[in-house]
Protein backbone atom coordinates (compact mmCIF):
# COMPACT_ATOMS: atom_id res chain seq x y z
CA UNK A 1 0.00 0.00 0.00
CA UNK A 2 1.14 3.20 -1.31
CA UNK A 3 1.25 5.97 1.78
CA UNK A 4 1.62 9.29 0.45
CA UNK A 5 4.40 10.79 3.14
CA UNK A 6 5.74 13.72 1.61
CA UNK A 7 3.27 14.67 -0.61
CA UNK A 8 0.10 14.18 -2.04
CA UNK A 9 -0.86 11.35 -5.02
CA UNK A 10 -2.14 11.32 -8.05
CA UNK A 11 -5.08 9.92 -9.10
CA UNK A 12 -6.07 9.72 -12.56
CA UNK A 13 -10.08 8.69 -13.28
CA UNK A 14 -10.60 5.93 -15.88
CA UNK A 15 -13.69 6.55 -17.83
CA UNK A 16 -13.24 3.85 -20.38
CA UNK A 17 -16.85 2.84 -21.43
CA UNK A 18 -15.78 -0.97 -21.39
CA UNK A 19 -13.29 -3.48 -19.64
CA UNK A 20 -10.86 -3.69 -22.61
CA UNK A 21 -10.68 -0.09 -22.49
CA UNK A 22 -10.24 0.44 -19.17
CA UNK A 23 -7.06 -1.67 -18.96
CA UNK A 24 -5.82 0.15 -21.92
CA UNK A 25 -6.44 3.36 -19.84
CA UNK A 26 -4.73 1.60 -16.79
CA UNK A 27 -1.51 1.41 -18.67
CA UNK A 28 -1.59 4.89 -20.05
CA UNK A 29 -1.99 6.02 -16.38
CA UNK A 30 1.19 4.25 -14.96
CA UNK A 31 3.56 4.98 -17.78
CA UNK A 32 2.46 9.19 -17.43
CA UNK A 33 3.18 8.73 -13.85
CA UNK A 34 -0.33 8.14 -11.44
CA UNK A 35 -0.05 6.62 -8.13
CA UNK A 36 -3.50 5.02 -8.49
CA UNK A 37 -6.53 4.72 -10.76
CA UNK A 38 -9.89 5.77 -10.09
CA UNK A 39 -12.04 2.92 -11.82
CA UNK A 40 -15.43 4.78 -12.70
CA UNK A 41 -17.66 1.68 -12.43
CA UNK A 42 -20.97 3.97 -13.77
CA UNK A 43 -18.88 4.96 -17.24
CA UNK A 44 -19.02 1.20 -18.40
CA UNK A 45 -21.73 0.49 -20.63
CA UNK A 46 -22.32 -2.97 -18.96
CA UNK A 47 -21.59 -4.51 -16.20
CA UNK A 48 -20.89 -7.99 -14.44
CA UNK A 49 -19.53 -7.08 -11.26
CA UNK A 50 -17.70 -10.34 -10.22
CA UNK A 51 -16.32 -11.08 -13.91
CA UNK A 52 -15.35 -7.29 -14.66
CA UNK A 53 -14.35 -6.12 -11.20
CA UNK A 54 -12.08 -9.70 -11.11
CA UNK A 55 -10.13 -8.48 -14.45
CA UNK A 56 -9.88 -4.95 -13.45
CA UNK A 57 -8.68 -5.16 -9.67
CA UNK A 58 -6.11 -7.93 -10.93
CA UNK A 59 -4.54 -6.53 -13.71
CA UNK A 60 -4.57 -3.29 -12.88
CA UNK A 61 -0.63 -1.85 -12.81
CA UNK A 62 -1.81 0.58 -9.87
CA UNK A 63 -3.74 0.58 -6.79
CA UNK A 64 -7.16 0.66 -7.30
CA UNK A 65 -9.78 3.12 -5.98
CA UNK A 66 -13.54 2.04 -6.57
CA UNK A 67 -16.56 4.24 -7.40
CA UNK A 68 -19.47 3.85 -8.97
CA UNK A 69 -21.49 7.47 -8.88
CA UNK A 70 -24.97 7.32 -8.64
CA UNK A 71 -26.63 10.09 -10.99
CA UNK A 72 -27.83 11.98 -7.80
CA UNK A 73 -24.13 12.72 -6.98
CA UNK A 74 -23.59 13.53 -10.46
CA UNK A 75 -22.44 10.86 -11.38
CA UNK A 76 -24.22 8.57 -13.94
CA UNK A 77 -25.66 5.13 -12.20
CA UNK A 78 -29.23 4.80 -12.31
CA UNK A 79 -29.84 1.47 -11.12
CA UNK A 80 -30.91 -0.14 -7.88
CA UNK A 81 -28.75 1.27 -5.01
CA UNK A 82 -28.20 -2.09 -2.81
CA UNK A 83 -27.22 -3.74 -6.64
CA UNK A 84 -24.47 -0.73 -6.40
CA UNK A 85 -22.95 -0.93 -2.66
CA UNK A 86 -22.99 -4.78 -3.43
CA UNK A 87 -20.37 -3.87 -6.22
CA UNK A 88 -18.08 -1.84 -3.27
CA UNK A 89 -18.09 -5.36 -1.07
CA UNK A 90 -17.43 -7.73 -4.24
CA UNK A 91 -14.55 -5.10 -5.12
CA UNK A 92 -13.20 -5.35 -1.57
CA UNK A 93 -13.06 -8.78 -1.23
CA UNK A 94 -11.25 -8.95 -4.82
CA UNK A 95 -8.68 -6.97 -3.62
CA UNK A 96 -9.45 -2.70 -4.24
CA UNK A 97 -6.98 -0.60 -2.50
CA UNK A 98 -10.32 1.84 -1.66
CA UNK A 99 -14.24 2.40 -2.47
CA UNK A 100 -15.34 5.87 -2.71
CA UNK A 101 -18.83 5.75 -1.02
CA UNK A 102 -21.58 8.59 -0.92
CA UNK A 103 -21.63 10.45 2.67
CA UNK A 104 -25.45 10.39 2.09
CA UNK A 105 -25.30 6.23 2.21
CA UNK A 106 -21.53 6.03 4.05
CA UNK A 107 -23.24 5.09 7.18
CA UNK A 108 -25.56 2.69 6.09
CA UNK A 109 -23.05 1.06 3.96
CA UNK A 110 -19.82 0.76 6.57
CA UNK A 111 -22.39 -0.93 9.41
CA UNK A 112 -23.30 -3.27 6.68
CA UNK A 113 -19.89 -4.50 6.05
CA UNK A 114 -19.45 -4.61 9.86
CA UNK A 115 -15.89 -5.14 10.75
CA UNK A 116 -15.66 -7.83 7.52
CA UNK A 117 -13.37 -4.85 5.85
CA UNK A 118 -10.29 -6.37 4.59
CA UNK A 119 -7.68 -4.52 6.15
CA UNK A 120 -5.57 -3.38 3.34
CA UNK A 121 -9.23 -1.30 1.86
CA UNK A 122 -10.11 1.98 3.03
CA UNK A 123 -13.13 3.57 2.43
CA UNK A 124 -13.15 6.86 1.27
CA UNK A 125 -16.71 8.71 2.06
CA UNK A 126 -17.11 11.34 -0.10
CA UNK A 127 -19.57 14.50 -0.50
CA UNK A 128 -19.98 16.68 -3.51
CA UNK A 129 -21.46 20.43 -4.04
CA UNK A 130 -22.01 21.35 -7.52
CA UNK A 131 -23.12 24.65 -6.56
CA UNK A 132 -21.09 26.38 -4.50
CA UNK A 133 -18.32 26.72 -1.53
CA UNK A 134 -20.04 27.07 1.92
CA UNK A 135 -18.34 28.74 4.87
CA UNK A 136 -15.78 27.39 6.56
CA UNK A 137 -17.61 26.36 9.68
CA UNK A 138 -19.97 24.14 7.23
CA UNK A 139 -17.34 22.20 6.03
CA UNK A 140 -15.36 21.83 9.28
CA UNK A 141 -19.10 20.33 10.15
CA UNK A 142 -19.87 17.97 7.06
CA UNK A 143 -15.65 16.78 7.34
CA UNK A 144 -16.51 16.30 11.13
CA UNK A 145 -19.48 14.16 10.34
CA UNK A 146 -18.26 12.35 7.31
CA UNK A 147 -15.14 11.00 9.96
CA UNK A 148 -18.34 9.87 12.54
CA UNK A 149 -19.71 7.52 10.16
CA UNK A 150 -16.50 5.78 10.25
CA UNK A 151 -14.71 6.98 6.81
CA UNK A 152 -11.06 6.16 6.51
CA UNK A 153 -10.39 9.07 4.25
CA UNK A 154 -12.75 12.14 3.93
CA UNK A 155 -12.97 13.28 0.90
CA UNK A 156 -15.16 17.05 -0.04
CA UNK A 157 -15.28 18.22 -3.06
CA UNK A 158 -17.00 21.93 -3.84
CA UNK A 159 -17.87 24.21 -6.61
CA UNK A 160 -15.67 27.68 -7.09
CA UNK A 161 -17.70 30.89 -7.56
CA UNK A 162 -14.66 33.12 -7.08
CA UNK A 163 -11.06 31.95 -6.35
CA UNK A 164 -11.01 32.75 -2.54
CA UNK A 165 -13.42 29.86 -2.31
CA UNK A 166 -10.34 27.48 -2.67
CA UNK A 167 -9.08 29.06 0.88
CA UNK A 168 -11.66 27.56 2.77
CA UNK A 169 -11.01 23.94 1.60
CA UNK A 170 -6.68 24.82 2.13
CA UNK A 171 -8.14 25.75 5.41
CA UNK A 172 -9.71 21.89 6.05
CA UNK A 173 -7.20 20.03 4.48
CA UNK A 174 -3.97 21.93 6.47
CA UNK A 175 -6.04 21.50 9.62
CA UNK A 176 -7.37 18.10 9.65
CA UNK A 177 -6.30 15.02 11.69
CA UNK A 178 -7.13 12.81 9.67
CA UNK A 179 -6.48 12.08 5.89
CA UNK A 180 -8.63 14.54 3.48
CA UNK A 181 -8.90 14.46 -0.21
CA UNK A 182 -10.74 18.63 -0.51
CA UNK A 183 -11.19 19.94 -3.87
CA UNK A 184 -12.91 22.59 -5.62
CA UNK A 185 -14.04 22.12 -8.82
CA UNK A 186 -13.97 24.21 -12.15
CA UNK A 187 -11.57 26.77 -13.42
CA UNK A 188 -11.37 29.05 -10.33
CA UNK A 189 -10.67 25.90 -8.18
CA UNK A 190 -8.11 25.12 -10.48
CA UNK A 191 -5.40 25.84 -7.57
CA UNK A 192 -7.09 23.18 -4.85
CA UNK A 193 -5.65 20.78 -7.34
CA UNK A 194 -2.03 22.39 -8.22
CA UNK A 195 -1.44 23.11 -4.57
CA UNK A 196 -2.89 19.98 -3.14
CA UNK A 197 0.84 18.41 -1.42
CA UNK A 198 1.60 21.92 0.01
CA UNK A 199 -1.64 21.97 1.73
CA UNK A 200 -1.62 18.32 3.18
CA UNK A 201 -4.36 17.07 0.86
CA UNK A 202 -4.35 13.21 0.15
CA UNK A 203 -4.59 12.97 -3.47
CA UNK A 204 -5.74 15.18 -6.15
CA UNK A 205 -6.86 13.80 -9.52
CA UNK A 206 -5.21 14.51 -12.93
CA UNK A 207 -6.86 13.67 -16.58
CA UNK A 208 -4.97 11.73 -19.14
CA UNK A 209 -6.11 13.92 -21.77
CA UNK A 210 -8.08 17.24 -22.48
CA UNK A 211 -11.52 15.71 -22.69
CA UNK A 212 -11.14 13.12 -19.99
CA UNK A 213 -12.15 14.87 -17.12
CA UNK A 214 -14.00 13.28 -14.35
CA UNK A 215 -14.98 16.88 -12.94
CA UNK A 216 -14.89 20.06 -14.08
CA UNK A 217 -11.60 21.79 -13.82
CA UNK A 218 -9.01 18.80 -13.35
CA UNK A 219 -5.97 19.40 -14.98
CA UNK A 220 -4.02 17.07 -17.14
CA UNK A 221 -1.33 14.59 -15.39
CA UNK A 222 1.40 15.99 -17.60
CA UNK A 223 0.83 19.42 -16.57
CA UNK A 224 0.49 18.96 -13.09
CA UNK A 225 4.07 16.44 -13.04
CA UNK A 226 6.26 18.65 -15.55
CA UNK A 227 4.76 22.58 -15.75
CA UNK A 228 3.72 22.54 -11.81
CA UNK A 229 5.98 19.95 -10.40
CA UNK A 230 3.66 18.59 -8.11
CA UNK A 231 6.20 15.78 -6.93
CA UNK A 232 8.82 18.69 -5.73
CA UNK A 233 5.97 20.73 -3.68
CA UNK A 234 5.37 19.99 -0.36
CA UNK A 235 4.49 22.24 2.95
CA UNK A 236 7.56 24.50 2.65
CA UNK A 237 7.00 25.59 -0.96
CA UNK A 238 6.86 29.15 -1.48
CA UNK A 239 3.68 30.34 -4.40
CA UNK A 240 3.88 32.61 -6.88
CA UNK A 241 1.66 33.21 -9.94
CA UNK A 242 -0.15 35.29 -12.05
CA UNK A 243 -3.72 37.50 -11.48
CA UNK A 244 -5.34 37.48 -14.34
CA UNK A 245 -8.41 37.06 -16.82
CA UNK A 246 -8.38 35.04 -18.90
CA UNK A 247 -5.02 33.46 -17.46
CA UNK A 248 -5.11 29.82 -18.98
CA UNK A 249 -3.40 30.89 -22.13
CA UNK A 250 -0.11 32.09 -20.11
CA UNK A 251 3.21 30.49 -20.41
CA UNK A 252 4.84 32.25 -17.24
CA UNK A 253 3.78 29.04 -15.48
CA UNK A 254 5.87 26.58 -17.50
CA UNK A 255 8.51 29.57 -17.80
CA UNK A 256 8.75 30.02 -14.11
CA UNK A 257 8.59 26.80 -12.74
CA UNK A 258 11.21 24.93 -15.01
CA UNK A 259 13.60 27.72 -14.29
CA UNK A 260 12.63 27.22 -10.34
CA UNK A 261 13.30 23.55 -10.39
CA UNK A 262 16.67 23.59 -12.55
CA UNK A 263 18.24 26.29 -10.21
CA UNK A 264 16.32 23.85 -7.39
CA UNK A 265 14.46 26.79 -5.77
CA UNK A 266 11.19 25.87 -3.49
CA UNK A 267 9.09 27.55 -5.26
CA UNK A 268 6.01 27.46 -7.57
CA UNK A 269 4.09 29.31 -10.31
CA UNK A 270 0.15 28.94 -10.85
CA UNK A 271 -2.44 30.94 -12.40
CA UNK A 272 -4.75 32.65 -10.69
CA UNK A 273 -7.92 33.55 -12.12
CA UNK A 274 -9.34 36.68 -10.19
CA UNK A 275 -12.72 38.36 -10.74
CA UNK A 276 -11.61 41.19 -7.83
CA UNK A 277 -8.09 41.47 -6.79
CA UNK A 278 -8.60 43.79 -3.43
CA UNK A 279 -10.61 40.34 -2.90
CA UNK A 280 -8.59 38.10 -3.70
CA UNK A 281 -5.60 39.92 -2.30
CA UNK A 282 -6.88 39.84 1.07
CA UNK A 283 -7.76 36.37 1.06
CA UNK A 284 -4.32 35.24 -0.38
CA UNK A 285 -2.55 36.89 3.17
CA UNK A 286 -0.29 34.43 4.45
CA UNK A 287 3.28 34.75 3.75
CA UNK A 288 3.46 31.54 1.70
CA UNK A 289 1.92 33.29 -0.84
CA UNK A 290 5.46 35.83 -1.45
CA UNK A 291 4.34 37.79 -5.00
CA UNK A 292 2.37 37.48 -7.87
CA UNK A 293 2.58 38.55 -11.96
CA UNK A 294 -0.53 40.71 -12.93
CA UNK A 295 -1.76 40.71 -15.89
CA UNK A 296 -5.50 42.13 -18.81
CA UNK A 297 -7.50 43.35 -16.75
CA UNK A 298 -5.96 44.11 -13.23
CA UNK A 299 -2.88 46.09 -13.95
CA UNK A 300 -4.29 49.22 -13.19
CA UNK A 301 -6.32 47.96 -10.01
CA UNK A 302 -3.60 46.55 -9.04
CA UNK A 303 -1.35 49.22 -8.25
CA UNK A 304 -4.40 50.85 -6.06
CA UNK A 305 -4.44 48.18 -3.43
CA UNK A 306 -0.81 47.98 -3.23
CA UNK A 307 0.72 49.31 0.38
CA UNK A 308 3.87 50.94 -1.89
CA UNK A 309 4.18 51.26 -5.09
CA UNK A 310 7.72 51.98 -7.16
CA UNK A 311 8.16 55.56 -8.67
CA UNK A 312 8.08 54.31 -11.94
CA UNK A 313 4.62 52.19 -11.91
CA UNK A 314 3.48 54.93 -9.93
CA UNK A 315 4.26 57.09 -13.33
CA UNK A 316 3.05 54.90 -15.49
CA UNK A 317 -0.38 54.12 -13.27
CA UNK A 318 -0.21 50.51 -13.70
CA UNK A 319 1.79 47.22 -12.36
CA UNK A 320 2.53 44.06 -13.40
CA UNK A 321 4.48 42.91 -10.71
CA UNK A 322 3.41 42.65 -6.78
CA UNK A 323 5.73 41.71 -4.07
CA UNK A 324 5.08 40.56 -0.54
CA UNK A 325 7.74 42.03 1.84
CA UNK A 326 8.70 39.64 4.68
CA UNK A 327 9.15 42.38 7.20
CA UNK A 328 5.94 42.99 7.64
CA UNK A 329 3.79 41.66 4.80
CA UNK A 330 2.92 44.98 3.09
CA UNK A 331 2.13 44.51 -0.90
CA UNK A 332 4.99 46.41 -3.08
CA UNK A 333 3.96 47.38 -6.33
CA UNK A 334 6.21 47.44 -9.61
CA UNK A 335 6.32 47.29 -13.64
CA UNK A 336 8.66 45.33 -15.34
CA UNK A 337 6.60 45.31 -18.37
CA UNK A 338 8.27 49.43 -19.48
CA UNK A 339 11.51 47.45 -19.02
CA UNK A 340 10.91 43.92 -20.97
CA UNK A 341 8.83 45.70 -24.46
CA UNK A 342 11.31 48.65 -24.43
CA UNK A 343 14.26 46.74 -24.25
CA UNK A 344 12.96 44.36 -26.95
CA UNK A 345 11.89 46.99 -29.44
CA UNK A 346 15.44 48.60 -28.52
CA UNK A 347 17.64 45.53 -29.39
CA UNK A 348 15.37 45.21 -32.21
CA UNK A 349 16.52 48.55 -34.11
CA UNK A 350 19.76 48.29 -32.83
CA UNK A 351 20.08 45.49 -34.78
CA UNK A 352 18.30 47.28 -38.28
CA UNK A 353 20.77 49.88 -37.10
CA UNK A 354 24.30 48.29 -36.41
CA UNK A 355 24.33 50.47 -33.29
CA UNK A 356 25.63 49.88 -30.01
CA UNK A 357 24.58 50.29 -26.41
CA UNK A 358 26.05 53.15 -25.61
CA UNK A 359 25.19 55.62 -28.39
CA UNK A 360 21.92 56.56 -26.31
CA UNK A 361 18.14 54.73 -27.11
CA UNK A 362 17.54 54.25 -31.27
CA UNK A 363 13.58 54.96 -29.94
CA UNK A 364 15.04 59.31 -29.63
CA UNK A 365 12.98 60.94 -31.97
CA UNK A 366 11.37 58.28 -33.73
CA UNK A 367 7.02 58.23 -34.02
CA UNK A 368 5.96 55.80 -31.74
CA UNK A 369 1.96 55.00 -31.87
CA UNK A 370 0.93 52.68 -29.46
CA UNK A 371 -2.45 51.01 -29.45
CA UNK A 372 -4.37 50.71 -26.47
CA UNK A 373 -4.44 52.87 -23.24
CA UNK A 374 -4.57 49.92 -20.59
CA UNK A 375 -1.86 48.70 -18.23
CA UNK A 376 0.42 47.50 -21.08
CA UNK A 377 -0.70 50.57 -23.10
CA UNK A 378 0.55 52.92 -20.33
CA UNK A 379 3.93 51.17 -19.49
CA UNK A 380 4.81 51.80 -23.92
CA UNK A 381 3.30 54.73 -23.39
CA UNK A 382 6.04 56.21 -20.63
CA UNK A 383 9.04 53.97 -21.59
CA UNK A 384 8.69 55.49 -25.19
CA UNK A 385 8.61 58.94 -23.90
CA UNK A 386 11.65 58.31 -21.60
CA UNK A 387 13.54 57.23 -24.39
CA UNK A 388 12.86 60.42 -26.19
CA UNK A 389 10.34 59.14 -28.89
CA UNK A 390 7.22 61.46 -29.92
CA UNK A 391 4.26 59.30 -28.71
CA UNK A 392 1.00 58.56 -30.18
CA UNK A 393 -2.07 56.99 -28.61
CA UNK A 394 -4.79 55.31 -30.47
CA UNK A 395 -7.54 53.61 -28.37
CA UNK A 396 -11.34 52.88 -29.03
CA UNK A 397 -12.57 55.54 -26.87
CA UNK A 398 -11.03 58.78 -27.64
CA UNK A 399 -11.20 59.99 -23.97
CA UNK A 400 -8.75 57.40 -22.54
CA UNK A 401 -6.23 57.89 -25.38
CA UNK A 402 -6.45 62.11 -24.71
CA UNK A 403 -6.11 60.99 -20.82
CA UNK A 404 -3.17 59.04 -21.68
CA UNK A 405 -1.21 61.13 -24.16
CA UNK A 406 -1.93 64.21 -22.16
CA UNK A 407 0.36 62.52 -19.31
CA UNK A 408 3.14 62.13 -21.41
CA UNK A 409 2.86 65.66 -24.06
CA UNK A 410 1.61 63.26 -26.85
CA UNK A 411 -1.09 63.38 -29.69
CA UNK A 412 -4.10 61.10 -29.04
CA UNK A 413 -5.86 59.74 -32.18
CA UNK A 414 -9.17 56.48 -32.52
CA UNK A 415 -8.26 53.68 -33.69
CA UNK A 416 -10.30 54.06 -36.60
CA UNK A 417 -8.01 57.31 -37.30
CA UNK A 418 -5.11 55.19 -37.37
CA UNK A 419 -6.10 53.55 -40.27
CA UNK A 420 -5.19 56.10 -42.56
CA UNK A 421 -2.40 57.44 -40.13
CA UNK A 422 1.13 58.27 -41.95
CA UNK A 423 2.54 61.53 -40.84
CA UNK A 424 5.89 60.22 -41.53
CA UNK A 425 7.90 57.27 -42.22
CA UNK A 426 9.92 54.74 -40.55
CA UNK A 427 7.63 55.13 -37.32
CA UNK A 428 7.09 52.46 -34.72
CA UNK A 429 3.49 50.57 -33.75
CA UNK A 430 2.93 48.64 -30.16
CA UNK A 431 0.29 46.92 -29.93
CA UNK A 432 -0.87 46.73 -26.10
CA UNK A 433 -4.62 45.46 -26.48
CA UNK A 434 -5.70 41.38 -26.47
CA UNK A 435 -6.53 41.75 -30.26
CA UNK A 436 -5.11 38.59 -32.06
CA UNK A 437 -4.89 36.64 -28.79
CA UNK A 438 -5.53 32.96 -28.71
CA UNK A 439 -8.78 32.27 -28.85
CA UNK A 440 -8.99 34.93 -31.79
CA UNK A 441 -6.09 34.43 -33.82
CA UNK A 442 -7.61 35.84 -37.22
CA UNK A 443 -8.63 39.32 -35.60
CA UNK A 444 -5.95 41.87 -35.75
CA UNK A 445 -6.44 45.64 -34.11
CA UNK A 446 -5.38 47.33 -37.57
CA UNK A 447 -6.16 46.51 -41.26
CA UNK A 448 -2.44 45.16 -43.35
CA UNK A 449 -3.25 48.40 -45.75
CA UNK A 450 -2.34 50.74 -42.61
CA UNK A 451 0.82 49.38 -42.05
CA UNK A 452 3.01 50.65 -44.65
CA UNK A 453 5.41 53.50 -43.21
CA UNK A 454 6.36 51.26 -40.16
CA UNK A 455 10.02 50.71 -39.51
CA UNK A 456 8.90 48.57 -36.77
CA UNK A 457 6.21 46.59 -35.24
CA UNK A 458 5.77 45.14 -32.13
CA UNK A 459 2.74 42.98 -30.41
CA UNK A 460 2.23 42.34 -26.82
CA UNK A 461 0.39 39.63 -27.52
CA UNK A 462 2.66 36.34 -27.46
CA UNK A 463 0.09 33.33 -27.31
CA UNK A 464 0.19 33.00 -30.52
CA UNK A 465 3.81 34.04 -31.03
CA UNK A 466 3.27 34.90 -34.46
CA UNK A 467 -0.07 36.98 -34.39
CA UNK A 468 -1.65 38.13 -37.59
CA UNK A 469 -0.72 41.66 -36.99
CA UNK A 470 2.98 40.85 -37.07
CA UNK A 471 2.43 38.21 -39.92
CA UNK A 472 1.08 40.74 -42.12
CA UNK A 473 3.71 43.82 -40.55
CA UNK A 474 6.52 41.34 -42.26
CA UNK A 475 4.39 41.02 -45.34
CA UNK A 476 4.20 44.96 -45.35
CA UNK A 477 7.85 45.30 -45.06
CA UNK A 478 8.31 46.40 -41.41
CA UNK A 479 11.11 44.33 -38.86
CA UNK A 480 8.99 42.59 -36.07
CA UNK A 481 9.06 42.12 -32.23
CA UNK A 482 7.38 39.49 -30.74
CA UNK A 483 5.29 39.59 -27.37
CA UNK A 484 7.43 36.77 -26.14
CA UNK A 485 10.62 39.07 -26.89
CA UNK A 486 8.90 41.68 -23.63
CA UNK A 487 7.77 38.52 -21.83
CA UNK A 488 11.05 37.08 -21.27
CA UNK A 489 13.02 40.11 -20.65
CA UNK A 490 10.16 41.75 -18.45
CA UNK A 491 10.32 37.85 -16.28
CA UNK A 492 13.84 38.49 -15.55
CA UNK A 493 13.00 41.46 -13.27
CA UNK A 494 9.89 39.30 -12.00
CA UNK A 495 12.20 36.12 -10.91
CA UNK A 496 14.72 38.51 -8.84
CA UNK A 497 12.25 40.28 -7.00
CA UNK A 498 10.60 36.60 -6.30
CA UNK A 499 13.74 34.98 -5.37
CA UNK A 500 16.08 37.85 -4.36
CA UNK A 501 18.29 35.57 -7.00
CA UNK A 502 19.90 36.66 -10.28
CA UNK A 503 17.54 35.65 -13.02
CA UNK A 504 19.17 32.71 -15.03
CA UNK A 505 18.86 34.61 -18.56
CA UNK A 506 19.98 32.53 -20.85
CA UNK A 507 17.70 29.43 -19.54
CA UNK A 508 14.65 31.47 -19.75
CA UNK A 509 15.65 31.72 -23.70
CA UNK A 510 16.32 28.20 -23.88
CA UNK A 511 13.51 27.57 -21.57
CA UNK A 512 11.17 29.52 -24.30
CA UNK A 513 12.70 28.59 -27.62
CA UNK A 514 10.82 25.73 -28.49
CA UNK A 515 7.66 27.37 -28.14
Known amino acids: MMSNVGGSMICVPILGESVDRMLAQMNEAKVAGADLVEIRLDYLQSFQPHRDLELLIKRCPLPTLITYRPKWEGGRYEGDDNKRLDAFRIAMELGADYVDVEFKVGHEFINSINQRKPEKCKVIVSSHNFHDTPSFDEISSLAARIQAVGADIVKVATTALDITDVVRIFQLTVHSQVPVIGLVMKERGLISRLLCPKFGGYLTFAALEK ?116 SDGKLIGYNTDYFGAISAIENRLRGLQHLHNGTGSPLAGKLFIVMGAGGAGKALTYGAKE ?82 LLLEAEESGAAIVTGLDMFIIQAYEQYERFTNLPAPKELFWEIMSGY
Open 211 to 326: GQLSAPGQPKIDDLLNTFNLRQLGPDTKVVGLIGKPVGHSKAPMLFNKAFKTVGIDCVYVPFLVDDVANFLQNFNSPDFVGFSCTIPHKEVALRCCDEVDPIAKSIGAVNTIIRRP
Open 387 to 468: KGARVVVANREHDRARELADSVGGEAITLAELENYHPEDGMILANTTPVGMHPNVDETPIPKHALKGYELVFDAVYTPKMTK
